[in-house]
């Protein structure tokens, strides 16, 4: 029985030590204490032994060594309260018990060592027991043999009472995981108990120490989470957010959780569907080896689309065998929703629900791309928006706009795509043969249209490139539909302009005049021409100047061709004081050679008016140059003058208080030629040439042309007639009183020089 016994305990101390090893090798949760625990449990066990091992007759030591045994117990329970402490999260709230404890713990452990030699605590006698055929050392307590073991009692007992109280709190998946320790704890006190009552010759309660220490490293660091962690894995699956079907290695569904169960819901049974999918997934997958699948997938659930992102995964072992399957199904339809929603707002204007820019360059080529049909691309844009949004409110700006998203929606088919650009600019990309004019503007004229009230009706434009190059850049289709829109901007009888290719080589020549233009003055490549006038009489009286631009290329070029460009660029008014200085200066030169009889007509354009103050420009040239004023004439277009009458009667005044004559250029070409005459205080009235232009009615433009010059005499004004180019003319304007003229019938314009040389 002895030796039984402390082989017993040799065998547990070795075990107990592969323990630590083990254990301090793997990481787990609480390791530490449970290592502190074990090293107690080897030091009791390794005390114990020595001590029942001690021969008869060494009392001394026996008493040392049987103290060391007490000693070791005192921390192997502290260590076991720390670590239950520890493993079920109890804590006391400060660490002042546990210093306590320790403190408590020392003072009786240093009790013990004293005790060798003063014997206060127990007593030792050898026995022999025959029985056993050994010795054996019986102890006689003292009382303060029974402190210590409250002390000790105490503090399982408080153990007891935290692992008990945790077991009940704990969820039903948690309970085991303190069950097991407690049922141990209570049994090794259970043994020590009964030991001491039945007074047993050896405490075989030091055995159970050294197995529970043991049992506890297995139960509360591996057996418990582990059964734990199946457990937890087991409720992840089930209320997982994502849907399972789990499958053995034959391919039967074994486990199908909660959300797939609501996702697959029917009459069929769960199972039969699980298997039938697989199925079906490896019929569409045939040949594929990959051991993870994905593919998106929509259901219906609930009479709703959803979408779901569908993973397939085989678990194979080392040696590739298969160990089963499963299928994850992850519902998207938020992130899908989300993503539309996004994609939604990326791509349209949020104003109008349109597409925006970016998206219908993007659709404008997709749908190019396989075309069958001529398409056209149709711009439109409303005149001074701008203004109406100032005159109205955005509020009603919107409106409009939203308005007219809505009629270009309403009329859009299929393989069409229609955008707000920018502010008020809609570009639309349609089959040419959807394209309506006529109901277009029809639509958009009722669109404009602000009650009853308002007599202000927007005006707008509508530019229409016919596509001959699907491969173009959209923008670049984009610009030549606004391109034309900008042939006819400012023109309010037209709304609907298309495009085509001599637009473009206009529009390149116009860039090419704008950008030459500010060196071309600069280096004085703009020339002044004169073309004589002439008086009934056959004397010469003055000139036309006539620009003329002189170009390093393309030699000379007449005005017709710049001079519409400068104007829209707002760039003539450069152009005209330079032409205006000219003839000063030429006036100043010829009043120095004597030659004052002779006088030099200018042209104004009516954009002059506008960029800058003509009136302030002519009195610094009279100012600047010794000419006889009278003799510089300044030719204003009857149109100028019908556009601005308020404005340009102050500057003609103001030209006239200096000493100007006023011409009125091409008179008779407007709409409203003598309406304006009443008003207008001009001196010399300069008669346009379509009346001498070839037609069938030359006998009503005769009569015309007569009237005019007989209404010029009553008025007092006199009359020059241009474009004269025939004698036939020349006669008949003489019998009609026509006092001068100027055409080529006399002369070309001409250079300086050459003016000089024939005519002074
Ligand atoms: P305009 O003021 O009516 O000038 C008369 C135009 O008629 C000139 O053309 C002239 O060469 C042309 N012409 C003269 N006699 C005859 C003729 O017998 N038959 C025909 N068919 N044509 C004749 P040009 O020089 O090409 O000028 C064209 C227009 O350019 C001018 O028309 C004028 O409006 C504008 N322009 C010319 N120079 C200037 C300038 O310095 N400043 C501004 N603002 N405009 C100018
Ligand atoms: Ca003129
Ligand atoms: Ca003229």
């Known amino acids: 029985m002895f030796q039984a016994l402390v082989t017993l305990l040799i065998i547990l101390i070795i075990l107990m030590i592969v323990c630590v090893r083990i254990v301090s090798k793997k990481v787990v949760r609480n390791y530490e204490r449970a290592i502190h625990l074990i090293w107690a449990a080897i030091v009791t066990a390794a005390c114990y032994t020595v001590f029942i091992l001690v021969p008869p007759g060494h009392d001394k030591l026996a008493v040392f060594t049987s103290g060391l045994y007490f000693l070791a117990t005192d921390w192997l329970v502290v260590f076991l309260m720390f670590f239950v402490a520890d493993y079920t999260q109890i804590k006391p709230p400060s660490k002042l018990p546990r210093y306590t404890i320790a403190i408590l713990t020392g003072v009786d452990s240093v009790s013990f060592i004293i005790n060798t030699f003063t014997r206060h605590m127990y007593d030792l006698q050898s026995v022999t027991a025959y029985e056993l055929g050994a010795n054996y050392w019986d102890i006689q307590l003292k009382i303060p043999h029974a402190v210590h073991r409250m002390f000790v009692y105490g503090i399982v007992l408080y153990s007891l009472y935290i692992l008990t109280y945790r077991l009940i709190k704990a969820p039903v998946m948690y309970k085991s995981k303190y069950a097991s320790i407690l049922f141990q704890t209570v049994a090794v006190v259970g043994v020590n108990v009964l030991c001491s009552i039945i007074k047993a010759k050896y405490d075989y309660s030091v055995i159970l120490y050294a197995s ?23 409720t992840v699956v089930e209320d997982s957010v994502i849907g399972l079907f789990s499958y053995d290695s034959d391919g039967k569904c074994v486990g199908v959780n909660q959300v797939a169960r609501e996702l697959f819901a029917g009459d069929e049974d769960i199972f039969a569907i699980a298997d039938r999918y697989l199925a079906d997934w490896i019929e569409e997958h045939q040949g594929s080896s990959l051991s ?3 593919a998106e997938r929509t259901m219906i659930k609930n009479g709703e689309k959803v979408y779901i992102y569908v993973t397939y995964q085989k678990f194979l072992d080392k ?11 992850e519902d998207r339809t938020e992130v899908v929703r989300n993503f539309k929603e996004e994609k939604y707002r990326a791509t349209h204007d949020m104003l109008t629900g349109l597409l925006n820019r970016e998206a219908f360059e993007d659709e404008v080529r997709r749908i190019l791309s396989r075309v069958q049909e001529p398409y056209c691309m149709v711009c439109s844009n409303i005149q001074d928006f701008k203004l109406i949004n100032e005159l109205y409110g955005a509020e009603v700006g919107d409106k409009l706009l939203m308005a007219q998203a809505d009629m270009i929606r309403g009329e859009q088919e299929e ?6 650009i920018y502010a008020d600019k809609f570009s639309s990309l349609l089959p040419k043969r959807s394209f309506d004019e006529q109901m277009f503007i029809e639509n958009m004229s009722r669109i404009l249209e602000f009650g009853e009230e308002s007599s202000f009706r927007p005006h707008f434009y509508i530019g229409v490139y016919d596509i001959t190059n699907v491969n173009e850049p959209v923008w670049t289709m984009y610009d030549k539909a606004i391109m034309a829109i900008n042939t006819i901007r400012g023109n309010y009888g037209k709304n609907v302009a298309y495009y085509c290719e001599e637009l473009l080589q206009s529009i390149m020549e116009e860039r090419e005049i704008l950008g030459e233009f500010d060196r071309a003055i600069e280096e004085e490549r703009f020339n002044m021409f004169l073309q004589p006038q002439i008086a009934n009489n056959g004397t010469i009286v003055g000139a036309e100047a006539l620009v003329r631009w002189i170009h390093p290329e393309k030699g000379m070029v007449n005005p017709g061709v710049f001079i519409p460009t400068l104007e829209k660029a707002g760039l003539i008014h450069k152009l005209d004081l330079y032409m205006w200085e000219s003839a000063a200066k030429k006036l100043e030169e010829w009043k120095e050679q004597g030659k004052e009889n002779l006088s030099i007509s200018v042209n104004i354009s009516t954009k002059d008016f506008f960029y800058m103050d003509v009136c302030k420009a002519f009195r610094a040239l009279a100012d600047k140059y010794d000419f006889d004023i009278k003799k510089l004439k300044l030719e204003i277009t009857e149109s100028a003058l019908i556009e601005n009458v308020g404005e340009i009667m102050k500057t003609l005044d103001g030209l006239h208080a200096l000493g100007y004559e006023i011409e009125i250029d091409d008179f008779g070409s407007g709409y409203s030629s003598l309406g304006m005459l009443k008003d207008i205080n001009a001196d010399i009235l300069k008669i346009d040439m379509i009346f001498l232009q070839e037609t069938k009615n030359i006998g009503r433009s005769n009569t015309i042309l007569k009237n005019i010059i007989s209404m010029s005499k009553e008025l007092g004004m006199p009359n020059i007639m241009e474009g004269v180019e025939t004698k036939e003319q020349v006669d008949f304007l003489k019998d009609a009183g026509c006092d001068m003229f100027q055409g080529y019938y006399f002369a070309k314009p001409m250079s300086i020089e050459d003016f000089e040389k024939e005519y002074c």
């Not at 660091?221 to 962690?229: G, H, I």
């Not at 393989?415 to 707000?420: E, P």
């Open 212 to 234: 529970l220490a043991m049992s506890i490293c297995y139960f509360a660091l591996y057996a418990a989470p582990r059964k734990l962690l199946e457990r937890i894995h087991f």
């Open 319 to 329: 040696k590739r065998r298969n160990l089963g399957s499963c299928f994850q199904f």
């Open 292 to 294: 993870v699948i994905g």
């Open 415 to 420: 393989n069409a795509a229609s955008a707000r």
